[in-house]
């Protein structure tokens, strides 16, 4: 279920989202890479878009 009606995200997506969000700003201050962490913040925003957008077309 989405956290709200203006968002495809559920609650534990959120989390995850800005718990990489987080080790990706350590990460950068640190000045190592973030490629793999930011593709992952992809791939959770494409699947949670893709499920919202199958569960709009029933």
């Known amino acids: 279920m989405p956290a ?3 968002d ?3 609650w534990g997506e ?3 989202v800005v718990a990489l969000g987080a080790q ?3 990460r950068k201050a640190r000045g190592k890479g973030t490629k793999r962490l930011e593709n ?3 791939e ?3 699947k ?3 499920r919202e957008d199958a569960r709009k077309k029933k």
């Open 8 to 10: 495809p995200h559920t």
């Open 14 to 16: 959120l989390a995850r």
């Open 24 to 26: 990706i700003q350590h």
């Open 4 to 6: 709200t009606n203006h």
């Open 40 to 42: 992952r913040v992809d």
């Open 44 to 46: 959770i925003r494409e």
């Open 48 to 50: 949670a878009q893709a």
